[in-house]
């Protein structure tokens, strides 16, 4: 599970650092894109018991 969850850290760590150049550029479809894979990932880690701190923001109320 260690493999797993570093590769999720690692992806989400990447998406936010997408999103926020998105955002800074003024990309309103990349910065689109770029939050529904976060909410993607912020599905799965609660779906595989996972606390990423990073995902609150993007977890479906």
């Known amino acids: 599970?260690?493999?797993?969850v570093d590769?999720?850290?690692t992806r989400v760590r990447?998406?936010?650092?997408?999103?926020a150049?998105?955002?800074?550029?003024?990309d309103d479809y990349g910065a689109q894109i770029?939050?529904?894979e976060l909410e993607s990932?912020?599905?799965l880690a609660?779906?595989?018991g996972l606390r990423v701190p990073e995902l609150e923001p993007f977890r479906a109320a």
């Not at 599970?1 to 797993?4: A, H, I, K, P, Y």
């Not at 990447?14 to 999103?19: C, F, K, Q, V, Y």
């Not at 150049?21 to 003024?26: D, F, K, M, T």
């Open 41 to 43: 990932f912020a599905r």
């Open 1 to 4: 599970m260690t493999e797993f």
């Open 14 to 19: 990447d998406a936010l650092e997408d999103l």
């Open 21 to 26: 150049r998105a955002r800074a550029a003024g």
């Open 46 to 48: 609660a779906e595989n």
């Open 34 to 36: 770029h939050t529904g």
């Open 7 to 9: 590769q999720i850290r």
